[in-house]
T-cell receptor, first 114, second 114 residues
Framework: DGGITQSPKYLFRKEGQNVTLSCEQN?????MYWYRQDPGQGLRLIYY???????QKGDIAEGYSVSREKKESFPLTVTSAQKNPTAFYLC?????????????FGPGTRLTVT | DQQVKQNSPSLSVQEGRISILNCDYT??????FLWYKKYPAEGPTFLIS?????DKNEDGRFTVFLNKSAKHLSLHIVPSQPGDSAVYFC?????????????FGQGTTLQVKP
């Protein structure tokens, strides 16, 4: 049963702490993406990776970091430098980073930082 | 700089009638467009897409129309059903970038009343 797993679904952290969000896919997709959704806004791209051991910044990468050591996994770390970390985080993957391939999304992680 | 805009935050229609969701874009390099449907606290699911070489694509109750000269696309749902109530995002891709990156609109919340 292929899909994208994000864990946990809800995450609470104190301000000043780093936190890592998990994203795993068993679709054998090459490309993976991290988005952030805020109320009333669309999805904004944080980071993406088209191949293992390589990744690029998206539109709002400041305060975030990623790694891509395995094809199946693309964890996102929200660092204490991110000024507004509370948001709904979505991970996605696609068959390749080329055009005309839709992205498949995980269920998301809602992060609340107080 | 919002390259993809959905100017209607919400839309309410009666069950059985047509729902029309609109999306405008500014970047003439976009050549692939997608619609996603999203329920609260879940990841978006792919609905339908269209490439810039076409002006219409149909899949069951869903039809997407593309007007390149106006840089406008629309999603028609006929007939609308209560289960269609969700947030709908349009997204655009510049195929020449070869990154697979999607640029999303802000979303339109559709409510279908029984």
């Amino acid at each position: 049963d292929g899909g994208i797993t994000q864990s946990p679904k809800y995450l609470f952290r104190k301000e000043g702490q780093n936190v890592t969000l998990s994203c795993e896919q068993n679709l054998n997709h090459d490309a993976m993406y991290w988005y952030r959704q805020d109320p009333g806004q669309g999805l904004r791209l944080i980071y993406y990776s088209q191949i293992v051991n390589d990744f690029q910044k998206g539109d709002i990468a400041e305060g975030y970091s990623v790694s891509r050591e395995k094809k199946e996994s693309f964890p996102l770390t929200v660092t204490s430098a991110q000024k507004n970390p509370t948001a709904f985080y979505l991970c996605a993957s696609s068959t390749q980073g080329s055009p005309f391939f839709e992205q498949y999304f995980g269920p998301g992680t809602r992060l609340t930082v107080t | 700089d919002q390259q993809v805009k959905q100017n209607s935050p919400s839309l309410s229609v009666q069950e059985g009638r047509i729902s029309i969701l609109n999306c405008d874009y500014t970047n003439s390099m976009f050549d692939y467009f997608l619609w996603y449907k999203k329920y609260p606290a879940e990841g978006p699911t792919f609905l339908i897409s269209i490439s810039s070489i076409k002006d219409k694509n149909e899949d069951g109750r869903f039809t997407v129309f593309l007007n390149k000269s106006a840089k406008h696309l629309s999603l028609h749902i006929v007939p609308s059903q209560p289960g269609d109530s969700a947030v709908y995002f349009c997204a655009a891709q510049d195929g020449s970038s070869n990154t697979g990156k999607l640029i999303f609109g802000q979303g339109t919340t559709l409510q279908v009343k029984p």
